[in-house]
């Protein structure tokens, strides 16, 4: 999830302001956020599966990811720099479409992505360990060892990633783009022309590629963590919006050219069905060497991971609680570290859950799950776009979405689009739809109970825009 940047979240709450001098971030601090995602196993598996399902024609889908992408650019862009707070989701979509709306972006995009990804990144790492040094440990002894030891140092509130995430980030990325270039180059890479270069094997449309949107875009979420930062950036009228533009971009090049050198050296049919697509590149390439190179970024990626989640999102929740919408016992904080402990467990329990009741065989179906709920989570801010500029026209927005209202209507049936296809197999359609529906039935039950009996607003009232514009209601 991306949920990789610790700082460009958990800055964007009280509690983590003073770590970061104010006007402090430029363009490149900005970018390191905004590439951040790529700091993930889920995204390595999930886009060489794609790229053997659909050969060369895996294109298709990651350029429409691309442009999904940076459609959610522009929308996020335009919020944040409108109401240039700390804020969140919530912030912008309460004062458009009203408290629950708030409620379930907020919970979709952020609690729901953590419970489905952060689970996924776990039964990976326990996986790639068990597949390198086979039989060293128990079976799930790595995940629920790692996820009890961040746990804990959140508890403490420790967070000894929080120095080193833009370089893990960086160096992710010259990972990805060091397999590429190697793959093209080496000595045992397929012919370019077998993998259908020609007019008459390049078929794109003969797997169904568009269908693999929903997979394609999970390369491309969370360069919207650069928001939260608006607070802290200097120039965030030039630096949020260039940030995500140039931070999607090149992920887009970055993902394009590893899977072009995983197609290079590994046969497409294996890409598609093996679990650990990213080890059998690693290994194609660099050898027993590849290997360790990968157990080092795969170890690294998963930590950084959940390290970010667990320190991000229960001060989130921690913050929704403080506002009445979400249960108060999320606003106690541990009285000699800090943390918001009973927001930590909560998040770590929902994290372990999936790992308990549906073990590694479900890695793609948690995955695909937490992209739905995510672009959900989008949707709904291109409506919050849309929204705004018909009820405040005249609002200073030192940021215009260019070709309005064009980029959120692409965004919003692009993204329908993908939910409607997210499956890449009939036999997970039901299982994918039922994980992700059930889930956010329960939160949007919970939201409405919530909203009517406890915070006594109604459903769909937008607040008053003057609360979100004036500091002093933080």
């Not at 060892?145 to 000894?160: A, E, K, P, Q, R």
Request: aromatic share 10%; glycine share 8%.
């Amino acid at each position: 999830m991306t949920q990789n940047t610790s700082v460009g979240l958990t800055s964007a709450l009280p509690q983590a302001r003073a770590k970061i001098p104010r006007k402090a971030l430029g363009l490149g601090s900005l970018l390191a956020v905004a590439i951040g995602l790529v700091v993930s196993q889920g995204v390595m598996v999930l886009m060489l599966q794609g790229a053997g399902i659909a050969g060369l024609g895996f294109i298709i889908p990651l350029g429409l990811a691309y442009l999904l992408a940076l459609s959610y650019a522009f929308s996020f862009s335009e919020l944040a720099l409108m109401i240039p707070r700390a804020g969140s989701l919530s912030s912008y979509t309460e004062v458009a479409i009203g408290q629950f709306p708030a409620i379930l972006a907020t919970f979709s995009g952020y609690i729901v992505v953590a419970m489905f990804a952060l689970s996924a990144e776990l039964l990976l790492l326990d996986l790639i360990i068990e597949k390198v040094y086979p039989h060293a440990l128990p079976s799930m002894t790595v995940a629920f060892g790692v996820l009890g030891l961040f746990t804990v140092l959140n508890l403490f509130n420790i967070d000894i990633f929080a120095r080193l995430q833009s370089v893990l980030a960086v160096v992710m990325v010259v990972v990805l783009l060091l397999l590429g270039f190697s793959a093209v180059g080496h000595e045992n890479a397929a012919p370019l022309t077998s993998l259908g270069l020609s007019l008459e094997g390049f078929n794109p449309m003969g797997f169904g590629v568009l269908a693999l949107t929903a997979l394609a875009i999970w390369g491309f979420v969370g360069a919207e963590f650069v928001c939260p930062l608006v607070e802290e950036s200097r120039r965030p009228e030039r630096n949020i919006p260039l940030s995500m533009i140039i931070g999607v971009s090149v992920i887009f090049f970055t993902i394009s050219l590893y899977c072009l050198g995983a197609l290079l050296m590994v046969p497409q049919e294996e890409l598609a069905s093996n679990g650990l697509p990213h080890y059998l590149f690693a290994t194609a390439v660099f050898g027993e060497t590849g290997q360790l190179l990968l157990v080092t970024a795969a170890i690294t990626a998963t930590c950084s991971t959940l390290n970010t989640s667990l320190a991000a999102i229960p001060r989130m929740l921690s913050g929704m609680a403080q506002n009445g919408q979400a249960f108060p016992c999320f606003k106690r904080l541990s009285k000699s570290t800090g943390a918001p402990w009973v927001a930590v467990l909560f998040v770590a329990a929902i994290t372990g859950l999936p790992i308990l009741l549906m073990g590694v065989d479900s890695i793609n179906l948690l995955l695909i799950a937490a992209a739905l709920a995510w672009l959900l989570a989008y949707i709904i801010v291109h409506v919050d776009v849309i929204v705004l500029r018909m009820r405040y026209p005249n609002l200073a927005r030192p940021f215009r979405t260019p070709f309005y209202p064009l980029p959120q209507l692409f965004g919003i049936v692009g993204m329908f689009y993908a939910m409607w296809h997210a499956s890449p197999s009939p036999e997970l359609t039901v299982q994918i739809f039922t994980s992700a529906g059930v889930v956010l039935g329960i939160i949007s039950l919970i939201a409405v109970l919530w909203i009517k009996l406890v915070m006594r607003k109604p459903l769909f009232t937008p607040e008053p825009i003057e609360n979100a514009l004036n500091p002093n209601n933080d």
